[in-house]
């Protein structure tokens, strides 16, 4: 590249090209997007259909529209996020619950050998938030393996958001203690020789 002349009118961080340029008549140049500040958008929208008509695959968008498709694909994208969330958190907890479920055999003998209900309670809790602290654990690894992995493919700068997955790992141990907690107090109620004779079903 030459650098024919420097304009005041270009700013910090504008560069003009010459698009007959040799050097910019490559396979490797890839334009696609350009950003026109205009007085008047209606006009210069409407100057530059006749543009869309020659080259079918030009959109012109004003300023307001880009913001409001951007502000869309923002919501739709946290959406999905919150909803594969929704279903992964669901999962999780029915595994812990039929985990929980399946030693109520081992509970109940536990309270026959003096164990106070409290104590149940507490045995749960560690449990559950133990296996919630290695899922995340494993997760967090692995997110960050498939994060480098993309970052080799796709070259540019890779963010982490710390506050967001902090976020999500205290709300999955909120909600399970929402729900284990009763959980052991109503295991707690039942009576012993009934549950070291059931079939933790």
Not at 29 to 52: G, H
Not at 105 to 116: C, H, N, P, Q
Not at 153 to 167: E, K, T
Request: hydrophobic content about 55%.
């Amino acid at each position: 590249m030459e650098v024919s002349a420097v304009s005041d009118a270009v700013g910090n961080g504008e560069v003009l090209f010459d698009w007959q340029a040799k050097a910019l008549n490559t396979p490797a140049t890839n334009f696609n997007k350009a950003y026109v500040n205009a007085i008047d958008e209606s006009v210069t929208k409407s100057s530059l259909e006749s543009l869309t008509s020659m080259y079918p695959e030009l959109t012109v968008n004003t300023h307001a529209a880009s913001m409001e498709e951007a502000s869309d694909m923002f919501v739709q994208r946290w959406a999905i996020f919150i909803f594969v969330l929704i279903i992964l958190m669901a999962g999780v907890l029915n595994t812990l619950l039929n985990n929980i479920l399946a030693k109520r055999k081992e509970f109940a003998v536990l309270r026959t050998i003096g164990v106070r209900p409290m104590g149940i309670v507490k045995i749960i809790v560690t449990q559950i938030s133990f296996y919630l602290l290695l899922g995340l654990v494993f997760g967090t690894f692995c997110g960050l393996v498939f994060s480098l992995i993309v970052s080799l493919i796709d070259s540019g700068r890779v963010a982490i958001d710390f506050p967001l997955m902090w976020g999500v790992a205290a709300s999955m141990w909120f909600v399970s203690m929402f729900i284990f907690v009763p959980v052991g107090w109503v295991m707690e109620n039942k009576k012993i020789s009934t549950e070291i004779l059931s079939d933790n079903k």
